[in-house]
């Protein structure tokens, strides 16, 4: 049973990819990270013994701090950042429980590099509709809580990614974008190793109404209508975003926990 401080594998794998997913910091020493780059989703490093330069930001937050094994640095950071007034849990097992339990981690070399501010920042053309929302909720919920999104003319995308050191996407020609019949959400899935059968059916559905393949999933349709609805109702590409984030959320909890659900009526049924 774990301590009263401490958070088990399936009550944090619950957590990542909703609104309520608590910050997760990794603390691992660089000798362990480096046999072994790789994250839990939505996580970022900083070191063990200087976790009080965060304190500030964090206070009032729920943090889950994680370690190799769920033991002295984690269970210690996290201690510490209770005294500056943080909701600090750590990881019961650490990345070693995580990674017994099969469940995805992201490749470290594989993802973008982060700004001055700590966040990734993220380009690509402005109107968007499809890709361009699922893609952002994609990086925000599985990658950086923080990561920021330039919307601009399509013709600035990788002229405005060179200037300000932000990473392309769904443009023609760059990384992140369509390979084949897949869309770049697709590629994102894959890249930073996010298999899950909910992100699955999520992407089957995004690549339907992105590709305009509606046989692939009956809800296909239904996606493309709130989409074109919501770029409709908004000017501002952030505006629609922010909006978009809470239609994916309820997208990706259907696929997780209610494809099974149905709605009848009569009540009395």
């Given at each position: 049973?774990?301590s009263?401080?401490?958070?088990?594998?399936?009550?944090?794998?619950?957590?990542?990819?909703t609104?309520?997913?608590?910050m997760?910091?990794?603390?691992?020493?660089?000798?362990?990270?480096?046999?072994?780059?790789?994250?839990?989703?939505?996580?970022f490093?900083?070191?063990?013994?200087?976790?009080?330069?965060l304190?500030?930001?964090?206070?009032?937050?729920?943090?889950?701090?994680i370690?190799?094994k769920?033991?002295?640095?984690?269970?210690?950071?996290?201690?510490?950042l209770r005294?500056?007034?943080?909701?600090a849990?750590?990881?019961?097992?650490?990345?070693?429980?995580?990674?017994?339990?099969?469940?995805?981690?992201?490749?470290?070399p594989?993802l973008?590099?982060?700004?001055?501010?700590?966040?990734?920042?993220?380009?690509?053309?402005?109107r968007?509709?499809i890709?361009?929302?699922?893609?952002?909720?994609?990086?925000?919920?599985f990658?950086?809580?923080?990561a920021?999104?330039m919307?601009?003319a399509?013709?600035?995308?990788?002229?405005?990614?060179?200037?300000?050191?932000a990473?392309?996407?769904d443009v023609e020609?760059?990384?992140?974008?369509?390979?084949d019949e897949?869309?770049?959400?697709?590629?994102?899935?894959?890249?930073?190793?996010?298999?899950s059968?909910?992100l699955?059916?999520?992407?089957?559905?995004?690549?339907?109404?992105?590709?305009?393949?509606?046989d692939?999933?009956?809800?296909?349709?239904?996606?493309?209508?709130?989409?074109?609805?919501?770029?409709?109702?908004?000017?501002?590409?952030?505006?629609?975003l922010?909006?978009?984030?809470?239609?994916?959320?309820?997208?990706?909890?259907?696929?997780?926990?209610?494809?099974d659900?149905?709605?009848?009526?009569?009540?009395?049924k």
């Amino acid at each position: 049973m774990p301590s009263p401080n401490q958070i088990t594998v399936s009550q944090l794998s619950r957590l990542i990819g909703t609104p309520d997913c608590p910050m997760i910091i990794d603390v691992c020493i660089d000798e362990d990270f480096n046999d072994d780059p790789r994250l839990v989703p939505s996580a970022f490093r900083h070191p063990f013994a200087n976790i009080l330069d965060l304190a500030g930001s964090l206070v009032g937050k729920r943090v889950i701090v994680i370690c190799q094994k769920g033991k002295k640095l984690s269970a210690g950071a996290a201690a510490l950042l209770r005294t500056q007034g943080v909701i600090a849990e750590y990881l019961e097992g650490g990345n070693y429980a995580w990674r017994d339990a099969e469940l995805p981690f992201l490749p470290a070399p594989a993802l973008p590099p982060r700004q001055h501010n700590g966040s990734m920042l993220f380009v690509t053309r402005h109107r968007p509709k499809i890709d361009r929302i699922a893609c952002p909720w994609l990086i925000r919920r599985f990658v950086d809580p923080t990561a920021q999104f330039m919307f601009v003319a399509p013709a600035e995308v990788e002229a405005v990614a060179e200037k300000f050191n932000a990473t392309p996407f769904d443009v023609e020609g760059v990384f992140w974008s369509h390979r084949d019949e897949k869309c770049t959400f697709d590629t994102m899935i894959e890249e930073w190793n996010l298999h899950s059968p909910a992100l699955y059916k999520v992407a089957e559905i995004v690549r339907g109404a992105d590709t305009n393949r509606h046989d692939l999933s009956p809800e296909v349709a239904g996606l493309l209508a709130m989409s074109v609805g919501l770029s409709r109702m908004h000017r501002d590409d952030l505006q629609q975003l922010d909006a978009g984030m809470v239609m994916y959320d309820a997208l990706f909890r259907w696929a997780r926990d209610a494809q099974d659900e149905t709605h009848d009526w009569p009540a009395s049924k």
